[in-house]
């Protein structure tokens, strides 16, 4: 039994995280600016916020192992100090602290976003790619990266960074109100995402095809090429935090962590449809779109990582939740 500090622990993975750790007999330290609920004997919580000193301080005691999953994720441009605030300044603040006693082991999430996938220079986006963010999200977690390593050279403490894959519990994919599956795939979800965006020519197009109905939407680029992108569930990106955190061979190393296949938006659309019943539009933004693929051979190969969960089950979960939503 060895206490884990589970940074974002009242988020969609960190709160998982933290409850397999409990189960597994480990003490957790919980560390969120929100309260998880969590209700544990052999857990503890600090809230606060990552750059809070004290907060850091107080969270970081006794950790063996830090995973430090939270962060502020907005792409809005009102949203820019409060990213690397969380981001950038939490994650240095809360790595200082820790140096006082160096944990013997740190994960850190970072994303995809660093390459960036929406823009690759070559797929399967592997590890050795170039890190060329475009988004301050993206920016934010590769400096993130930056402090991590750093903090590795300089205080000892191995670290594993795994750049997440885009990731949803299955329960969201069919929920409008959700922050991800809201705007990506139900038209006026859609339509306020892009308002906060500012994007004019976007917002044209997905207004003349709403007639105040709620649907579906298949994004397709200004080619008329359906978006394509990973999609992971929560729980498989819960079992590589833990297989990172247990296996010495990914001391050190970074990986891609996600979904094998990408989800294909022309495939996966019309069965979400069939699913619920709503009618499907099709729209074709402005722009090159999203349509990447990213290669998690690298530690499948090397930590025997095995994704379980694949769209078509995430979707049949959600189908299942979204009836229960309703009644
Ligand atoms: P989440 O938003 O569900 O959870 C993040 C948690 O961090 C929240 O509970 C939030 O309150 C907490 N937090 C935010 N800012 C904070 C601050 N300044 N101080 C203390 N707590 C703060 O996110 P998630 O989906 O569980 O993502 C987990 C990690 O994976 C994050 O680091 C995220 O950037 C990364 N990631 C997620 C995705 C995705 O698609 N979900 C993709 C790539 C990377």
């Known amino acids: 039994m060895s206490t884990i500090l589970v940074t974002g622990s009242a988020g969609r993975v960190g709160s ?35 750059d809070d000193r004290a907060a850091a301080r107080e969270a970081v005691q006794g950790a063996e192992a830090i995973l430090h999953l939270g962060a502020f994720m907005s792409w809005l441009p009102v949203a820019r100090d409060k990213l690397f605030t969380a981001n950038v300044e939490g994650t240095r603040v809360l790595l200082e602290e820790a140096a006082a006693a160096p944990p013997k ?26 890190l060329k963010p475009r988004s301050p999200y993206g920016l934010s977690k590769l400096l993130g990266e930056e402090i991590v390593r750093f903090f590795e050279r300089t205080g000892g403490t191995p670290a594993t960074i795994l750049r997440f894959s885009h990731t949803q519990d ?19 979800p859609k339509i306020r995402q892009q308002e906060g965006f500012g994007n004019v020519a976007a ?16 994004s397709r680029n200004e080619a ?15 079992a590589g935090i833990l297989l990172a955190l247990a296996d010495e061979r990914a001391a050190g190393r970074t990986y891609n962590l996600g979904a094998t ?9 019309p069965m979400m449809a069939q699913l619920t019943g709503l009618p499907l539009k099709t729209i074709d933004l402005p722009g090159a779109g999203v349509f990447y693929e990213t290669s998690n051979a690298r530690i499948r190969t090397e930590l025997g990582y095995e994704p379980q969960w694949t769209f078509e089950r995430m979707i049949g979960e959600a189908a299942q939740a979204r009836v229960k939503r309703a009644s």
């Open 16 to 50: 998982r995280v933290a409850r397999e750790l409990l189960a597994a007999g480990h003490r957790v330290t919980g560390f969120d600016l929100r309260a998880s609920g969590i209700d544990h004997l052999a857990f503890r919580e600090v809230l606060g916020g990552f």
């Open 105 to 130: 082991r740190l994960v850190f999430a970072s994303s995809g976003e660093v390459y960036p996938e929406n823009v690759p220079d070559y797929q399967p986006i592997d590890e050795d790619h170039p």
């Open 170 to 188: 299955a329960g969201e994919l069919l929920d409008p109100g959700s922050f991800f599956s809201g705007p990506r795939f139900f038209l006026q």
């Open 203 to 218: 917002l044209a197009a997905l207004r003349a095809i709403d007639d105040g109905r709620e649907a579906l939407v298949l």
């Open 224 to 238: 008329g090429r359906p978006f394509r992108m990973h999609i992971t569930d929560t729980r498989d990106m819960v």
């Open 261 to 269: 296949e990408p989800v294909d938006f022309a495939v996966a659309l």
